[in-house]
T-cell receptor, first 117, second 113 residues
Framework: GAVVSQHPSWVICKSGTSVKIECRSL??????MFWYRQFPKQSLMLMAT?????????EQGVEKDKFLINHASLTLSTLTVTSAHPEDSSFYIC?????????????FGQGTRLTVV | AQTVTQSQPEMSVQEAETVTLSCTYD???????LFWYKQPPSRQMILVIR??????QNATENRFSVNFQKAAKSFSLKISDSQLGDAAMYFC??????????FGKGITLSVRP
């Protein structure tokens, strides 16, 4: 199956700083990627849809100025958490659609555990 | 809007036994896909099984099978011959025309040795 790589796996940052998370499709081109947030023992909450070459589409209630998404190439989307605060601590997961497989199945990165201190 | 409901937060099964995880969904779309994902402690999302709505035949993957009742909007997962490695959180998910995945709340499955 298709491979999606997310980096870093975990990161600790200080309050007020920004942190960037990368999501790469390693063996396919992904025009669309998705970013999720997951709290412990809870479901995945879709934050935004990342579209290559255009602005991301954010879900209701997600601050677009706090969570900056850039999809500059067909294999890379980045999520930048700006001016991070402890309440931004969470597990962030990306996924990408492989168009070679009918465009219906999402492949997930390993996730990034963000801790803001 | 589409919704996915998993009403059981936890289940437990004896090793080698069979367990069924329930899921219902609501949609007005006629063409869609349903999935079961497994999330072990590593938190990597793993696709267990998928079902195309237009297919009447229930999907099977080795020990995993689904009972897809389209009219009732029900999509349950049956795990046969449960193994210790099956212990994880399981999510039912829906995708339609916009390719977005809508997840249920998930169920934590434990396997007793």
């Amino acid at each position: 199956g298709a491979v999606v790589s997310q980096h870093p796996s975990w990161v600790i940052c200080k309050s007020g700083t920004s942190v960037k998370i990368e999501c790469r499709s390693l063996d396919f081109q992904a025009t669309t990627m998705f970013w999720y947030r997951q709290f412990p023992k809870q479901s995945l909450m879709l934050m935004a849809t990342s579209n290559e070459g255009s602005k991301a589409t954010y879900e209701q209630g997600v601050e677009k100025d706090k969570f900056l998404i850039n999809h500059a190439s067909l294999t890379l989307s980045t999520l930048t958490v700006t001016s991070a605060h402890p309440e931004d601590s969470s597990f962030y997961i990306c996924s990408a659609i492989d168009p070679r497989q009918g465009g219906t199945e999402a492949f997930f990165g390993q996730g990034t555990r963000l801790t803001v201190v | 809007a589409q919704t996915v409901t998993q009403s059981q937060p936890e289940m437990s099964v004896q090793e080698a036994e069979t367990v069924t995880l329930s899921c219902t969904y609501d949609t007005s779309e006629s063409d869609y896909y349903l999935f079961w994902y497994k999330q072990p402690p590593s938190r990597q999302m793993i696709l267990v099984i998928r079902q195309e709505a237009y297919k009447q035949q229930n999907a099977t993957e080795n020990r995993f099978s689904v009972n897809f009742q389209k009219a009732a909007k029900s999509f349950s997962l049956k795990i046969s011959d449960s193994q210790l490695g099956d212990a994880a959180m399981y999510f039912c998910a829906y995708t339609g025309a916009n390719s977005k995945l809508t997840f249920g709340k998930g169920i934590t499955l434990s396997v007793r040795p």
